[in-house]
């Protein structure tokens, strides 16, 4: 029987690329033999001038819309062309240069459809450079994520998928007044409207070089990122001075200069965050603090027993769990 190509898919995969003539083969392959079969394959060439555009046009699937932007529109704009030429239930992205497992559209259609409150999903991958590695997992569970997201982003982009109705409400998919954290704000965005996880499986192969964002506009993008967690901390209604914004910002990037009075200012601004977050509905407390309690309890470390001595004179230490007071105290004692 002939496939009725007028039939709305499933699932958009959305593709952009740039000058990806390197990559570009094996990751369309990937997405072409899922096991999992309704879907369309949207990839969007943003003005390449290598053979990049040669290399799709080889493919022969019905599935694949094709679409050549006539000049380099930049990733946000090309993202959003894609998202809004996408016919599907579900959203699932993949950079040009990653590989998708062959059951990554399966087990993440499964896992929304089981779970209709949830707004996007993410999974764990493994890396690709110089041959592949172990795994990677993210964070998992609600509150661990809600706690996470306030440091860094918590979910590899090429993994996730997105309910598309959980967009509604957006000018567009991806913020330009973000870049190169689009990302990272439209994971905050969808935090704090919707539910959004990760899970442990890894089902994509994700390729780290040079070439990424990450890599050639890293000051940019850590200006953006730390403008997505003081909104993050606005919103759960963190009453910190502009000073406390940006020590925040030296705890998120590990930039601080780790003394007996940094670290008792650390202690205090972790206390802050975790009194506020009780009066918050939305976070699920539990999890949410296990993990600021372990990051804190981490940071002991660098100033060896002195800092366990510090941290076990705080306000926080009761709240600390008992194996986590020894793991510190170990860290701690092999510090010496």
Not at 63 to 85: C, D, P, V, W, Y
Not at 86 to 91: C, D, H, L, N, P
Not at 155 to 165: E, G, L, Q, T, W
Not at 265 to 286: D, F, G, V
Request: aromatic share 10%; with cysteine; proline share 3%.
């Amino acid at each position: 029987m002939a496939k009725d190509v007028n039939k709305t898919p499933t699932v958009s995969v959305v593709v952009p690329v740039y000058n990806g003539a390197a990559f570009v083969k094996e990751c369309l392959e990937s997405v072409i033999h899922q096991t999992y079969r309704d879907f369309e394959l949207i990839v969007i060439d943003d003005g390449s001038t290598d053979e990049t555009a040669n290399i799709i046009r080889t493919f022969n699937d019905s599935r694949i819309r094709f679409i050549q932007n006539s000049t380099n529109l930049g990733l946000i704009a090309t993202l959003n062309k894609a998202f809004e030429l996408s016919r599907g239930k579900y959203i699932a992205r993949l950079d040009a240069d990653d590989i998708a497992l062959p059951e990554r559209l399966a087990i993440q259609v499964q896992h929304m459809e089981l779970n209709q409150n949830l707004a996007m999903l993410g999974t764990a991958y493994f890396p690709l450079k110089q041959g592949i590695a172990s795994a990677v997992t993210l964070a998992t569970g609600k509150g661990k994520i809600q706690a996470n997201m306030l440091f860094n982003s918590c979910f590899a982009h090429p993994s996730v998928m997105i309910r598309k109705a959980a967009l509604t409400g957006r000018e567009s998919a991806f913020n330009p007044a973000y870049p190169h954290a689009e990302d990272y704000e439209l994971w905050s965005w969808l935090l704090r409207n919707n539910e959004v996880e990760n899970i442990a499986e890894p089902l994509i192969y994700y390729r780290i070089h040079e070439n990424q964002i990450s890599q050639v506009k890293n000051v940019e993008q850590r200006a953006t990122a730390q403008k997505i967690r003081t909104e993050l901390l606005q919103w759960l209604d963190v009453p910190f001075s502009e000073n406390d914004f940006l020590f925040h910002q030296q705890l998120a990037e590990n930039t601080i200069d780790w003394t007996a009075n940094t670290y008792e200012r650390a202690i205090a601004h972790i206390h802050i965050i975790l009194l506020t977050a009780q009066k918050n509905p939305s976070i699920e407390s539990k999890s949410f603090n296990h993990y600021l309690l372990a990051f804190i309890a981490d940071k002991a470390k660098y100033l060896k027993l002195e800092g366990y001595k510090i941290l076990r004179e705080s306000s926080l230490f009761k709240q600390i769990p008992f194996a986590m007071r020894w793991e510190c105290f170990f860290k701690c004692w092999l510090s010496k």
